[in-house]
Antibody, heavy 127, light 110 residues
Framework: EVQLVESGGGLVRPGESLRLSCAAS????????MTWVRQAPGKGLEWVSS????????DYADSVKGRFTISRDNVENSLYLQMNNLRAEDTALYYC????????????????????WGQGILVTVSS | QSALAQPASVSGSPGQSITISCAGT?????????VSWYQQYPGKAPKVIIY???KRPSGISNRFSGSKSGTTASLTISGLQAEDEADYYC??????????FGGGTKLTVL
């Protein structure tokens, strides 16, 4: 069974840093791209960042670019999100998710979607 | 990276069909087959119910179906049931190598 367990959240002041972790089990972690998605209280989902299986390609939402860094440890089966210079608007529940690929033999297209999600970890940025 | 446009709310009676639209642009929904839909109950993590525009994961009812026309994707739920009351989000890959979600639609079963 695929399991993703986030940790590392908490209450911090604006400008401070926090490092989130996501422990993966039940699948071959090193074979999958991984993603962080966040959800502000009472709001919708927002994609934050994704990293490929080999940690060689990383993408970020404009709202966090330059402040957040995604990384992974394929030996420890863990995904990380280093969050620096945190702002009030970063307050959210942060989910880690697995990127699952699907190859359509009829069209030749390979697509991705987020097929497994953790339970989320709350990050609160407030003075 | 503007969010995809979804209606804030839709409603229907049990047994009816409803459709939730997801309007994007030529650089996201219109350009890629990486369009998926997620169902989220209050206090729970999202769950994928449609991927690759039209595909259903194992275990998802065939009452859920997806489609796309141009830059707009749609999720249709037929034979509405009380348990379908939830928030629904669409998502698409973009030409900037990022992902974008819709603003979410709250489905109320009357």
């Amino acid at each position: 069974e695929v399991q993703l367990v986030e940790s590392g959240g908490g209450l911090v002041r604006p400008g401070e840093s926090l490092r989130l972790s996501c422990a993966a089990s039940g699948f071959s972690f090193s074979s999958y791209s991984m993603t962080w998605v966040r959800q502000a209280p009472g709001k919708g989902l927002e994609w934050v960042s994704s990293v490929d299986s080999g940690d060689s390609s990383r993408d970020y939402a404009d709202s966090v670019k330059g402040r957040f860094t995604i990384s992974r440890d394929n030996v420890e089966n863990s995904l990380y999100l280093q969050m620096n210079n945190l702002r009030a608007e970063d307050t959210a529940l942060y989910y880690c998710a697995r990127d699952k690929s699907y190859y359509d033999v009829l069209t030749g297209f390979q697509t991705y979607h987020f097929d497994s999600w953790g339970q989320g970890i709350l990050v609160t940025v407030s003075s | 990276q503007s969010a995809l446009a979804q209606p804030a709310s839709v409603s229907g009676s049990p047994g009816q069909s409803i459709t939730i639209s997801c309007a994007g642009t030529s650089t996201d929904v219109g350009a890629y087959a990486d369009v998926s839909w997620y169902q989220q109950y209050p206090g729970k993590a999202p769950k994928v119910i449609i991927y690759a525009v039209t595909k259903r994961p194992s275990g998802i009812s065939n009452r859920f179906s997806g489609s796309k026309s141009g830059t707009t994707a749609s999720l249709t739920i037929s034979g509405l049931q009380a348990e379908d009351e939830a928030d629904y989000y669409c998502s698409s890959y973009t030409s900037s190598s990022t992902w974008v979600f819709g603003g979410g639609t709250k489905l109320t079963v009357l």
